[in-house]
């Protein structure tokens, strides 16, 4: 491919692989796309493309959809983002929909038989730590290894305040749950390993798991990034799951059934009890004849 479509607040440059989406920094952009820089997608990642007209007059939107568990960034986001903030939304001019709409043909043709399958690891990487940002409750920081919460006196409920400042290493953690701020009731919660998944979780406030969002708290520029590359660290740190032969028990083969025949002279002494039983007249002569017989066939 090699060609590079600039639109507005962002460009993509197409590779033979990948997609490099590079985000501008203007005043009108949004903070998001200033935080992400730039992002290269791998074509794997991507589950279609598609090309439809623009909201404002006289653009068109090349558009991508990720495949689920792809990107850490929109599996944290979890379709809250709202539409002018989306990575894979590129808004263009409408005389350069030919070239978009060769673009989208070329990108859906290299779309493998995978595409409409969810991704088995990320394939786009997350913001780097560390990062961080205040919470209403508390600040929230995150150094690669752990996430650490450390809470604020005019924010933070008592339940909070007990429990102490909290410290949870990344091998602790199942996931993150990200709420956007610009929703009522925004917040991040950390879900750590061993808890059932239909366990009653406290309100957001009263957990020491989570942060609240609140008006200036918690803005998606700050939090989504963080919630992401938390989830990009928890799934890097899951064990590598086991090879289904190896799991299985060694099938083991019987083993061989050795024959041991008793020996003559031992055949000969039965024999010598049996006489004696005979002539006691213990034993009748058909007994006698049929029991010698046996043993004798044992030799």
């Known amino acids: 491919m090699g060609d590079v479509l600039a639109g507005i607040n962002s460009s993509w440059e197409f590779d033979t692989d990948s997609v490099l989406i590079r985000f501008e920094r203007g005043i009108?952009?949004?903070?998001?796309?200033?935080?992400?820089?730039?992002?290269?997608?791998?074509?794997?990642?991507?589950?279609?493309?598609?090309?439809?007209?623009?909201?404002?007059?006289?653009?068109?939107?090349?558009?991508?959809?990720?495949?689920?568990?792809?990107?850490p960034l929109m599996e944290a986001a979890a379709g809250q983002l709202r539409e002018t903030s989306d990575p894979y939304r590129l808004v263009l001019p409408a005389e350069h929909e030919p070239l978009a709409a060769?673009?989208?043909?070329?990108?859906?043709?290299?779309l493998g038989p995978r595409a409409q399958e969810p991704a088995d690891r990320h394939l786009v990487a997350a913001p780097a730590a560390p990062l961080q940002f205040k919470a209403y409750?508390?600040?929230?920081?995150?150094?690669?290894?752990?996430?650490s919460f450390r809470w604020f006196w005019t924010g933070a409920s008592s339940a909070k305040w007990k429990a102490g400042d909290q410290s949870f290493p990344v091998g602790e953690l199942r996931g993150v749950q990200w709420r956007s701020p610009e929703v009522v009731g925004g917040?991040?919660?950390?879900?750590?390993?061993?808890?059932?998944?239909?366990?009653?979780?406290?309100?957001?406030?009263?957990?020491?798991?989570?942060?609240?969002?609140?008006?200036?708290?918690?803005?998606?520029?700050?939090?989504?990034?963080?919630?992401?590359?938390?989830?990009?660290?928890?799934?890097?740190?899951?064990?590598?799951?086991?090879l289904e032969a190896a799991a299985a028990p060694a099938t083991r083969t019987a083993d061989p059934v050795t024959t041991v025949r008793p020996a003559p002279a031992d055949i000969a002494d039965r024999i010598r009890h049996l006489g004696e039983l005979h002539g006691a007249g213990l034993l009748t002569d058909e007994e006698f004849s049929a029991k010698k017989a046996d043993l004798l066939a044992e030799l």
């Open 102 to 110: 060769a673009r989208v043909s070329e990108l859906t043709s290299v």
């Open 28 to 71: 009108r952009t949004p903070k998001l796309f200033h935080v992400l820089g730039e992002r290269r997608v791998p074509y794997e990642a991507l589950r279609s493309a598609e090309l439809v007209p623009g909201t404002r007059r006289g653009t068109v939107v090349l558009r991508a959809e990720p495949r689920p568990g792809a990107d």
């Open 187 to 242: 917040h991040l919660r950390l879900v750590r390993r061993g808890e059932a998944e239909d366990r009653e979780r406290p309100e957001a406030d009263q957990d020491p798991a989570a942060v609240v969002f609140g008006l200036g708290y918690g803005l998606v520029h700050e939090s989504l990034p963080l919630a992401a590359a938390v989830l990009e660290a928890v799934r890097a740190a899951e064990p590598a799951p086991v």
């Open 137 to 147: 409750d508390g600040k929230v920081s995150f150094d690669g290894r752990a996430v």
